[in-house]
């Protein structure tokens, strides 16, 4: 690929912010401030995939100011939801709260003003610590503010055309009968229980019945009050067939990537903006879920969340940033036994960026030094870090539980993986040292093994198991190796790739003694 083929640095995230750039030309939009935004549920603890949807965001914003272009990232928490079922793990005290918007629940933990603000805030502080930069902006001050009468105004007037292209659009004719704008209630606080059934225009009133109603699969008592409610100056939300269409307008928004699981609403919404609300829809990317290694959705109800400040008891920054930016679509199973692997990934990546790893292909060599850049926001370092296998650290933290730091770094010093203590690599220890005691087993890596090797291996596997302690574990797997027609240094290879999975490490027989004759060929048995 030639200089003049590359779009900035080569990745998906430049590619898409030139395709924004290409569209809002075309549409002759003012270009002084492109704004990019994230949505943030409130309503459920926010997991690996919430942070996903504003940390690619913000890539398109860096993309756009690397373009030459100053761009900002809107971090938009609908922290007026309405609390539809209790997260796993949270009191069941807050089932009298089902149904009322989440900035109205108290905080059941006593650490946030609210319940919305406490999930917020969870979201929030995995976002500062890998580093993401972003204008917070709360649906409760935003409707409170007024930010969204005018737009609340005009879908109102429209409701009835509304409701017809959404029922044409996705076949729901809940919208035909009730307007798409759910007050809270001013009997009981509750949200989605307040129906509006007309809009008194110049009033700028909806008339609303509080009753029974299904949220989720739950069906949800209302109190049965008959009120009216004021949009400019009483509580109440847009329904999000209609709310994403009166933010992208209200504050001018450029770009927002959405989930697979809300396409319906983003169909919906992009027809209201264009249509109803005169608003050219922002420029979409669609991205799949993240699945669980059993292929189910991450997600709390379910209890297999996975939450950024759970990783980064783990991996580094890097190593979540890595995975966001690697690519957007595609459904992909994940797991903390994925943190070795992005770890080692990373590393990868700035060998490549810093000429240590040599590529021919000038495009993956673009792409690939594009991608460290994205990890590092655009702020890349300008030498090399040191490097140290994580699995390394992850097997010698097993063996060593008292002094951890300390008797690893001694290790790494013994083993010639480094010439001296360096403070960066205790941080490493540290992480490789709560894996090891968090996960027992490391994944399983597929290796492709001939007939020789395989034997030689299940040689090798008995040498270490018998009780007699072989003399010089390094000589004998090299005469194991040699007398099984397998090249030694491939055969070391292969044990680097079972034991770290890695190609190379230190020198391997002192590595299988420290770590424990039994266990290397408990382990090795397995791939025979």
Same mark, same amino acid.
């Given at each position: ?38 949505? %943030? ?20 914003? %860096? *993309? ?10 809107? =971090? ?5 939801? /309405? ?12 089932? $009298? ?45 935003? !409707? ?6 005018? @737009?609340?105004?005009? +879908? ?9 292209? +959404?029922?044409?659009?996705? /076949?729901?004719?809940?919208?035909? &009968? ?20 007309? !809009? ?56 927002? =990537? ?66 966001? !930016?690697?690519?957007?679509? /595609? ?16 590393? $990868? ?48 933290? &097993? +063996? ?12 790494? %010093? ?7 203590? @360096? ?6 220890? $540290?992480?490789? /040292? ?18 020789? *090797? ?8 008995? *040498?270490?198991? *018998? ?9 004998? +797997? ?16 292969? %044990? ?33």
């Amino acid at each position: 690929m030639s200089e003049a083929e590359t779009i900035g640095k080569g990745t998906w995230i430049d590619k898409l912010a030139f395709e924004l750039l290409e569209r809002e030309k075309s549409i002759g939009r003012n270009l002084e401030l492109i704004r990019v935004e994230s949505g %943030l549920g409130a309503s459920g603890v926010p997991h690996i995939g919430s942070l996903g949807d504003a940390v690619r965001a913000y890539g398109v914003k %860096l *993309a756009l100011e690397n373009f030459g272009y100053k761009s900002e990232l809107i =971090a938009y928490s609908d922290d007026l939801d /309405g609390l539809r079922k209790i997260p796993e793990g949270f009191p069941e005290s807050l089932q $009298e709260h089902i149904a009322k918007p989440v900035s109205l629940i108290p905080d059941p933990f006593g650490c946030h003003e609210s319940y919305g603000m406490h999930m917020s805030s969870i979201l929030l502080d995995g976002l500062d610590k890998v580093g993401i930069k972003y204008e917070f902006r709360r649906a409760i001050d935003t !409707y409170k503010q007024g930010l969204l009468k005018d @737009q609340i105004h005009t +879908i109102l007037q429209n409701s009835s055309k509304i409701g017809d292209k +959404i029922s044409e659009l996705v /076949g729901q004719d809940k919208f035909q &009968k009730y307007l798409p704008y759910f007050p809270v209630c001013a009997n009981c606080s509750k949200l989605y229980t307040a129906e509006s059934t007309e !809009y008194l225009s110049d009033e700028k009133k909806v008339i609303y019945n509080c009753h029974d109603a299904e949220i989720g699969s739950n069906m949800v008592k209302g109190c049965g009050h008959h009120g009216e409610a004021n949009i400019s100056k009483d509580l109440g939300k847009l329904a999000w067939k209609v709310e994403f269409a009166a933010r992208w307008a209200a504050f001018d928004i450029r770009f927002e =990537a959405y989930g697979k699981d809300i396409m319906d609403s983003v169909k919906v919404n992009d027809w209201v903006a264009d249509e109803i609300l005169n608003y050219p829809h922002p420029h979409h990317v669609k991205y799949e879920m993240f699945l669980d290694k059993g292929g189910k959705k991450i997600s709390k109800s379910l209890g297999n969340v996975i939450t950024a400040q759970k990783w980064l008891e783990f991996g580094d920054p890097k190593s979540i940033l890595l995975l966001l !930016y690697k690519r957007i679509t /595609g459904a992909r199973e994940l797991g903390f036994e994925d943190i070795p692997s992005l770890m080692a990934e990373y590393n $990868e990546l700035e060998d490549i960026y810093f000429g240590k790893i040599k590529v021919d292909n000038q495009a993956k060599l673009t792409k690939s030094k594009g991608l460290y850049e994205y990890v590092n926001l655009l702020n890349p370092p300008k030498e090399s870090s040191i490097h140290v296998n994580y699995r390394l650290l992850i097997e010698l933290s &097993k +063996i060593f539980k008292e002094d951890r730091t300390q008797r690893v770094m001694k290790k790494l %010093l013994d083993y010639g993986v480094l010439k001296n203590p @360096q403070p960066e690599i205790e941080k490493m220890i $540290e992480l490789a /040292g709560n894996y090891a005691d968090e996960f027992d087993q490391q994944e399983k890596i597929e290796i492709g093994l001939d007939d020789s *090797a395989k034997k030689a291996l299940g040689l090798l596997s008995t *040498a270490l198991d *018998a009780q007699e302690e072989p003399e010089d574990i390094q000589n004998t +797997i090299y005469q194991i190796a040699k007398s099984n027609d397998v090249q030694p240094r491939e055969f070391f290879k292969i %044990l680097y790739q079972i034991i770290l999975g890695t190609t190379r490490g230190p020198k391997i027989g002192p590595f299988i003694t420290d770590i424990g004759r039994k266990k290397v060929a408990k382990t090795i048995s397995e791939y025979i």
